[in-house]
């Protein structure tokens, strides 16, 4: 299985088979080519044509660039592009210095330089009398990304600007985490069983692994977790390490570094050790000869990341350490290799605190400055686990001693799995934009964003990680809804660069995806901007949160206690009661709002100043409370979930309208998806409002949601 440009069977036998009518150029589809399908362009664009490709490099990353731009250039103009050893009209010269004289003979070496080993230089000038386009890096890999720079804006209509283009990337690592089990089944997947076929590895290796290390490599992901933070100790035994060397084998070449999650009690239970007290010699020691024994399979090798004390997973506090001393032990076996830690601050021991979205803080802060420079926290964006929408974690802009790693969730656990069509794109944007004022208010709160507390710039740190937990699966299509594949393609290009456009990664992917047709773009992007808000509207609007069923997290159901944990009840987070709903937050509550910089806490802790967005976030608002609208918390309320199920099934409408311009499989798929979002919606709104109206006792308001947002 490779991806391949659009099969083409013409509509003479789409009709033969399932009658649809459709366009007589449409192909048939079904998604597996993701955003690297390079159709023919419909619309006319000024970009010139390419008329050759040299490339000297003998690299395997360099034949791998050098066979995507043939297989996009010859999707994208319609004609296959010879390869030629000299620079000619309309050439493409693509290499790094090493690699080819020609490219050596421009001089770029201070700039590339400057670009560092995974930038690129991509420029149009004119090569001894011709006209030519270049390509050029320090490495292979920046190559292969310039390459793939280079399809994406011809694909979507775009030329080289005159200036010319210099990218680098401002975050060192950009993971996908997979929680995959051993078993082949995906927490929290929703696109089938994991790609990773361990059963059959390493003596057989499906051949679309290349093409996950294709379309990461396209995006500049360059490193993939390919087990669950969950981890079966297993994966550390030397039979699995064989496994996992292969799979290395064939993503290295796409830029990608492998690291495993590591089970921290993995030494005892694999049957080694009686304990596994990071204070205890015999441990550390055998971290440290697993290391080599990693290292010497695959010497790349990235770093474990690591679920410890968290949700049942073995720990240091297991033998009364502390995080740092977990974290430093695993990092020291590392380090002489070149690894990391990730230790992730999922983290939220009862008895640390009655809030548990106080808790993370509490653990983690006081260890800053304790974590060897090898380590990594790792935190979700929000400081409770994913949810529709959450203010940044305090930890953000709150370590400055320890790099900070984010955690975002492009598998939509809390979205609507993979029935729904929620874009994140903005979610994600909302965050990494967001001030966490670490430097103080006014013109010194300037740089002290999210994303440069991830990117490393706030406190100077020199390396950096943004994880995404992948939504990738066996499905054809890999991620079960074909708008899902957005959310990895607008994570992937956002952890390149955080600070691009949420609207302009939607256009992209868009017209990558679904072709030009002016119509189809624009209801698309109208669909994938309308969705984020529209789900917050129907699930959990005004910043509730935790809402969900038990254990499934599909639908709401914010009566649902669950017996195990109190911090797992829907009820605990939303707290509906006769006087009002929300969780007190505020310094008369649990004093959340404290643990940010100013002036962020007074802020969250004013009922009348608090956003709106996070109003049931920070307070226990009375029923009959005035919102800036003039309305009631109440009648705001059965407002916004009418809203939520109105834009449902106008989003479903709205695509009925591109039926005869979009491939009839991609087409039927999402339609019918779009048809279950909004009969959710309603049910979902039905059982939440159900659920509040016994405590609020008042009616529905009839016309509630009469207006369109
Ligand atoms: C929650 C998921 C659970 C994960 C956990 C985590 O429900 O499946 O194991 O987060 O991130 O969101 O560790």
Redesign the pocket.
């Known amino acids: 299985m490779t991806l391949s440009r659009p099969s083409a069977i013409l509509l003479g036998l789409v009709s033969l088979l399932g009658g649809a009518h459709v366009k007589a150029e449409m192909k048939v589809e079904d998604g597996y080519e993701l955003w690297l399908r390079y159709a023919p362009r419909t619309q006319k664009t000024s970009t010139a044509r390419i008329a050759s490709l040299v490339m000297q490099g003998e690299s395997k990353t360099e034949q791998i660039a050098l066979a995507e731009l043939q297989r996009g250039l010859a999707g994208l103009q319609g004609a296959d592009v010879p390869r030629s050893h000299a620079v000619g009209n309309g050439s493409l010269l693509v290499g790094t210095p090493n690699s080819s004289p020609l490219v050596a003979a421009l001089g770029w070496g201070h700039e590339l330089a400057r670009l560092g080993p995974e930038g690129f230089a991509i420029r149009s000038l004119t090569l001894h009398g011709r006209r030519a386009t270049v390509i050029a890096s320090q490495s292979a890999v920046g190559c292969l990304y310039g390459s793939f720079h280079l399809l994406r804006l011809l694909a979507t209509g775009q030329a080289v600007p005159k200036r010319g283009i210099a990218e680098k990337p401002r975050i060192r690592r950009r993971l996908l985490n997979h ?1 995959d089990n051993l078993d082949g089944t995906i ?2 997947g929703y696109a089938g069983q994991s790609l990773w076929r361990w059963d059959e590895l390493p003596q057989k290796m499906d051949a679309r692994i290349a093409d996950y290390g294709r379309a990461n490599a396209s995006l500049g992901l360059n490193g993939a977790v390919l087990n ?3 981890a079966s100790p297993e994966i550390l035994t030397g039979a699995y390490l064989a496994k996992v060397a292969a799979l290395a084998d064939v993503l290295r070449p796409y830029g990608i570094r492998v690291y495993l999650s590591a089970n921290f009690a993995a030494p005892k239970a694999l049957g080694d050790l009686a304990t596994a007290d990071p204070l205890d010699p015999a441990v550390a020691a055998w971290w440290k000869k697993k290391a080599q024994e990693i290292y010497d399979l695959i010497p790349d090798f990235g770093g474990y990341l690591v ?1 410890a004390n ?2 049942g997973q073995p720990g240091p506090f297991d033998y009364g350490r502390s995080h740092a001393d977990g974290a430093n032990m695993l990092a020291d076996s590392l380090a002489p290799l070149g690894g990391v830690v990730i230790w ?1 601050a ?1 983290v939220y021991q009862a008895g640390v605190d009655y809030d548990r979205i106080k808790r993370a803080y509490l653990e983690i802060m006081p260890h800053d400055g304790e974590f060897r420079s090898n380590v990594f926290v790792q935190a ?1 964006n929000g400081p409770l ?2 949810q529709v929408r959450e203010p940044f974690h305090p930890l953000f802009g709150g370590l400055a001693k320890t790099k900070v790693a984010v955690e975002l ?1 492009i598998t939509q ?1 809390y979205f609507g799995h993979s029935t729904h069509l929620v874009y994140l794109g903005q979610l994600w944007h909302e965050f990494l934009t967001a001030e966490t004022y670490a430097k103080g208010t006014g013109s010194k709160a300037t740089g002290s964003t999210v994303a440069a507390a991830v990117d490393g710039t706030l406190f100077s740190h020199t390396d950096s990680l943004i994880a995404g ?1 992948a939504n990738t699966g066996s499905d054809r299509n890999w991620c079960g809804h074909p708008f899902a594949a957005a959310n990895w393609y607008a994570f992937g290009r956002l952890a390149w660069n955080p600070l691009l456009d949420p609207d302009d990664l939607a256009r992209e992917w868009v017209l990558q995806t679904w072709g030009s047709d002016p119509r189809v773009v624009e209801t698309s992007l109208d669909l994938m901007k309308r969705s984020w808000p529209a789900f917050i509207d129907y699930d959990s609007p005004l910043g509730l949160a935790g809402v969900y069923e038990k254990d499934l ?1 599909y639908a709401p159901d914010p009566g649902m206690v669950d017996a195990r944990h109190e911090d797992w009840s829907a009820s605990y987070f939303n707290r509906a009661d006769a006087a009002g709903l929300g969780f007190d937050r505020t310094r008369k509550g649990s004093g959340a709002v404290d643990q940010y910089h100013a002036p962020l806490p007074d802020l969250f802790d004013d009922i009348d100043r608090c956003p709106e967005k996070f109003l049931l976030w920070f307070h226990h608002v009375p029923w009959d409370h005035r919102l800036k609208s003039g309305r009631t918390l109440w009648d705001e309320l059965c407002l916004r979930y009418e809203r939520g199920v109105r834009e449902a099934a106008a989003m479903k409408a709205q695509w009925e309208g591109l039926k005869s311009r979009v491939d009839p499989e991609r087409y039927r798929v999402v339609l019918e998806k779009l048809s279950q979002q909004a009969e959710d919606a309603k049910a979902w709104r039905e059982k939440s409002l159900g659920y509040f109206r016994q405590f609020s006792g008042r009616p529905i308001p009839a016309a509630s949601g009469a207006e369109r947002p």
């Open positions: 929680w927490e929290r669950n933070v969950n679920k968290s949700e992730r999922f979700k686990d994913f969730q656990e937990v997290h």
